[in-house]
């Protein structure tokens, strides 16, 4: 089989698990550790003390990092061969999922944001995954001396909203009313994904201009000051880069090939009356919750084969679909702290990981498109928006007011929901009536065997009423 035909595959869901080293505080309170890591044997034990007997549970990963590992451990170890499988045409997704304050942020983005790249274009050893996925993607295009684009989006997901983090100044620094107001639609792009209408797209040409787009997008998050972390996120982040990279076949024809790697960095998993989130916050921490309950479901359901996936109950689920259950080859970080004050949502954590590894994927390499074909959708693309601009200057668009156009929109989504539903029955509805038809078949079948035994004992019997008849006679 070729290679490609082997990476086309189901493959699951790879999840690895972080445990970060013992905080500050936890070392001030001397507070008990109860998760241990064997990194070589890729297993974590939870030791917990129940009626006084001690229990151990042991889980096994993908890979596993104690607190000793560096971050450029983890990244060689596990994400390199991620970066190259989008250097060579696939989307890829990797997202930190884990408690607030376990190193979800250290993990994905590190230390160097304000940093950047040290001399000699080193990165500092605290630097993530995001800028060394970044690093390496530039070295590898440099390297590979071809022509090349690079461009990236950053948005936040909060309170089920999406708002770009890469908009311009004028529009981030609104009071936040306005800024929800400018939430970005999520819609469906007619080819089975979903695209964030008006979403910023930089191009970009070399790392440390990545580096001060994730810098001045981080800066935008919003945070919420919790009990148990000050700078604890509230909101879901995606930072996205695609790569458009020029080949030529041996006849002379060129090609662009596409990869995307997709950068996730959850919301803390957390109980919500735990982490000291109050009234205020209520929808806040209630929205961070669907998100992430609706995760959850589309675990369980692809987990449990399902035949109803509710990617469409959440925002993160409908931005995530391809990668759970689809055509994205996905890693998970699962992130924990060894202390005992985070036993029950290391736990719980550790649960929630451990089934994710259960998700098959089908990773397909995106199709090479041919420059001509690229350029034509390119200026297919510019007359549509210029067609755009056009409408909303001179107003001869079609104008609709903004209660009457969100009606229509709960009506779309409902009537989608309805139809989504339907399929499920009519596919429900059809799996019985061919069991009710091969029923009705093997019973058609009994009852002419039957009817065949029931003629020839007839004819038995026949024969045998003659035959007395005939010896009565004869008698
Ligand atoms: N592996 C690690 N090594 C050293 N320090 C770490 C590690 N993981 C996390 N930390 C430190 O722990 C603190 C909390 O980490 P971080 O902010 O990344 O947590 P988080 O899970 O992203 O939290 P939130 O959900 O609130 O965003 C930070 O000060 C970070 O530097």
């Known amino acids: ?75 060689d ?32 983005e590190g230390e160097c944001r304000r940093a950047k790249s040290g001399p000699d ?14 690093k390496q993607i530039f070295d590898t295009l440099e390297r590979q001396n071809t022509e090349y684009s690079v461009k990236v ?30 939430a970005l639609p999520l819609m469906e792009d007619g080819k089975g994904g ?19 787009l994730l810098e001045r997008g981080s800066a935008k998050r919003r945070t919420a000051e919790t009990l148990l972390n000050k700078q604890s996120s509230r909101s879901h982040s995606l930072f996205s880069i695609t790569i458009h990279i020029k080949e030529a076949t041996p006849e002379g024809e060129e090609l662009i090939k596409c990869g995307k790697l997709n950068l996730v960095d959850l919301a803390g998993s957390e109980n919500i009356s735990r982490s000291g989130a109050r009234e205020g916050r ?15 479901r589309v675990i369980t359901a692809l987990v449990e084969h399902l035949g109803h996936v509710p990617y469409r109950d959440s925002k993160l689920t409908r931005l995530l679909r391809d990668s759970l259950g689809g055509r994205t080859k996905t890693c998970i970080i699962a992130t924990v702290s060894p202390s005992v004050h985070c036993l029950e949502e290391t736990l719980s954590t550790l649960d929630y990981a451990h089934r994710a590894k259960s998700i098959k994927n089908r990773p397909e390499v995106n199709q090479k498109m041919m420059k001509s074909t690229l350029i034509k959708d390119l200026y297919g693309e510019i007359d549509r928006l210029k067609a755009e601009v056009y409408a909303a200057r001179e107003k001869v668009g079609v104008y609709i007011p903004k209660d009457r156009y969100q009606a229509e929109e709960n009506e779309r989504k409902g009537m989608a929901d309805q139809i989504e539903q339907m399929t499920v029955s009519l596919e429900t509805n059809q799996k019985q009536i061919s069991d009710l038809q091969e029923k009705y078949d093997s019973e058609l079948q009994h009852s002419a065997e039957l009817r065949k035994k029931l003629e020839a004992t007839e004819v038995n019997n026949i024969f045998l009423i003659s035959y007395d008849h005939f010896m009565f006679f004869m008698l």
């Open 1 to 75: 089989m070729s290679s490609r035909a082997d990476k086309e595959k189901a493959v699951n869901v790879q999840v690895l698990l972080r445990c970060r080293p013992f905080s500050d505080e936890e070392l001030r309170s001397n507070a008990p550790q109860v998760v241990t890591c064997n990194d070589y044997q890729r297993e974590v034990a939870v030791t917990q003390t129940i009626a006084a007997k001690q229990i151990d549970r042991v889980f096994t990963f993908d890979k596993v990092f104690g607190p000793t590992a560096r971050q450029r451990d983890l990244y």
């Open 77 to 108: 170890q596990a994400i390199i061969p991620i970066v190259n499988e989008v250097l060579e045409g696939f989307n890829c997704t990797i997202f930190a999922y884990g408690q607030t304050g376990t190193g979800k942020t250290y993990t994905m």
């Open 194 to 212: 979903v695209l964030v209408r008006g979403l910023e797209e930089e191009i970009v040409t070399n790392c440390n201009e990545i580096f001060s």
């Open 121 to 134: 274009g080193q990165l500092p050893s605290d630097a993530g995954v995001i800028p060394r996925a970044v």
């Open 153 to 182: 989006t950053f948005l936040e997901l909060y309170n089920e909203e999406i708002t770009d983090l890469l908009a311009p100044e004028e529009i981030s620094k609104v009071a936040l009313e306005e800024r929800q107001k400018k």
């Open 282 to 296: 209520a929808r806040e921490a209630g929205e961070i919750n669907k998100s992430l309950l609706t995760l959850g």
